[in-house]
Antibody
Framework: EVQLVESGGGLVKPGGSLRLSCAAS????????MNWVRQAPGKGLEWVSY????????YYADSVKGRFTISRDNAKNSLYLQMNSLRAEDSAVYYC???????????????WGQGTLVIVSS | DIQMTQSPPTLSASVGDRVTITCRAS??????LAWYQQKPGKAPELLIY???ALDTGAPSRFSGSGSGTEFTLTISSLQPDDSATYYC?????????FGQGTKVEIK
């Protein structure tokens, strides 16, 4: 079964750091570009970051640029998001999402994890 | 960045009704548009990609149309299971952007 499972969320103080992980299974992880997408409580979806299949290319939303770093370990079938200088507005459910092979570049998100909740509060 | 404007924010319709949701892009995105369905507490699920292609497993009552800057998602005959929030997504640029969402309620 194709699956993504996030972990690492929790309560953190403003200015603090957190590292999210996403474990992939059921597909050849090293062949797919990956992303993080977040959703603040009761709000819409916001794309956060992209990493290419090899890890050579990264893109970030302006709202997190310079504070968040995406990375991956293809040997461990894992995706990561290092979040520094966290703000209250970073509070959200963070989803890892696989980019499918639907003919686009970039492409749509076809597989999502269940999400991990990050709360930034003093 | 490309802005996506989705309307209406909410709609209420009866079972069997035809429902249409609109998404407008701030610049041309060709056909690089997808539609997602999200139910409370769950991750979004892909319905439509490339503006009008139905994803495997998505019910055939869902259809998409449009190109350039104007797109629509249509549910031909609303079912109780369609109660959810729907989002459009532009993927012309790596800086992907979603519409604000449309919450569909069943009367």
């Amino acid at each position: 079964e194709v699956q993504l499972v996030e972990s690492g969320g929790g309560l953190v103080k403003p200015g603090g750091s957190l590292r999210l992980s996403c474990a992939a299974s059921g597909f050849i992880f090293s062949s797919y570009n990956m992303n993080w997408v977040r959703q603040a409580p009761g709000k819409g979806l916001e794309w956060v970051s992209y990493i290419s299949s090899s890890g050579s290319y990264e893109y970030y939303a302006d709202s997190v640029k310079g504070r968040f770093t995406i990375s991956r370990d293809n040997a461990k079938n894992s995706l990561y998001l290092q979040m520094n200088s966290l703000r209250a507005e970073d509070s959200a459910v963070y989803y890892c999402a696989r980019e499918g092979d639907y003919g686009g570049n970039p492409d749509v998100f076809d597989i999502w994890g269940q999400g991990t909740l990050v709360i930034v509060s003093s | 960045d490309i802005q996506m404007t989705q309307s209406p924010p909410t709609l209420s319709a009866s079972v069997g009704d035809r429902v249409t949701i609109t998404c407008r892009a701030s610049q041309s995105i060709s056909s690089w548009l997808a539609w997602y369905q999200q139910k409370p507490g769950k991750a979004p699920e892909l319905l439509i990609y490339k503006a009008s292609a139905l994803d495997t497993g998505a019910p055939s009552r869902f259809s998409g149309s449009g190109s350039g800057t104007e797109f629509t998602l249509t549910i031909s005959s609303l079912q109780p299971d369609d109660s959810a929030t729907y989002y459009c997504l532009q993927y012309k640029s790596f800086s992907r952007t979603f519409g604000q969402g449309t919450k569909v309620e069943i009367k």
